[in-house]
């Protein structure tokens, strides 16, 4: 099985330029997620989808935007990138049946740099 | 200001040795999760607890959940090299979704 998938793996972008992080789920998931990973800090959620067609704010929504397709299919957005956006990018995937029992299936990442 | 401290940041320990990392908050925890994530990959879910007082074993991995449910520990019998990595956890305080601390770098050389 794929799990999660993540594409592309390594990303070089301008300030200012735009892009989009795509992410698919093969495990029929009812939520989605999008982290940021920073040395240091841990990963911090940015948005999720809890089931398709909603979609809500995380720790640092701030310059992103998500768009949930389908069941299977959770994009984000950097409508202009900066600096600071520099990370490590992981979607993540899971049932979300019991809260406090939610296993989340990670992708292998995403490694941004803004120059 | 981070919710969830762990320490130690960085560890290195020699194969055979024991250790045991930390998971702090001043809050309380509906639910703990430690991950072990290998470099270039996503995390992966070890364990999860959801009872003050609670030890879960899985092989030489022992987690410990705190009474108040404030803290947790992780405690890895004779350490091996195929257990290097970072080590999260992320706690449920109550909202809606996890929130991840930010980790415990461990290097087990041979």
């Known amino acids: 099985n794929a799990g999660v998938t993540q594409t592309p793996k390594f990303q070089v972008l301008k300030t200012g330029q735009s892009m989009t992080l795509q992410c698919a789920q093969d495990m029929n998931h009812n939520s989605m997620y999008w982290y940021r990973q920073d040395p240091g800090m841990g990963l911090r959620l940015i948005y999720y989808s809890a089931s398709e067609g909603t979609t809500d704010k995380g720790e640092v929504p701030n310059g992103y935007n998500v768009s949930r397709l389908n069941k299977r299919e959770f994009s984000l957005r950097l409508e202009s990138a900066a600096p600071s956006q520099t990370s490590v990018y992981f979607c993540?995937?899971?049932?979300?049946?019991?809260?406090?029992?939610?296993?989340?299936?990670f992708g292998a990442g995403t490694r941004l740099s803004v120059l | 200001t981070q919710l969830l401290e762990q320490s130690p940041q960085f560890l290195s320990i020699q194969e055979g040795e024991n250790l045991t990392v930390y998971c702090n908050s001043s809050?309380?925890?509906?639910?703990l999760q430690w991950y072990r994530q290998e470099p270039g990959e996503g995390p992966v879910l070890l364990v999860t607890v959801v009872t003050g007082g609670e030890v879960k074993k899985l092989k030489r991995l022992t987690f410990q959940f705190g009474d108040a449910r404030k803290d947790s520990s992780l405690h890895i019998t004779a350490a091996q090299p195929g257990d290097t990595g970072l080590y999260l956890c992320a706690g449920l305080l109550g909202g809606q979704n996890f929130v991840f601390g930010p980790g415990t770098r461990l290097s087990v050389l041979p």
């Open positions: 993540a995937s899971s049932e979300r049946v019991i809260l406090a029992k939610n296993i989340q299936y």
């Open positions: 809050s309380v925890f509906s639910s």
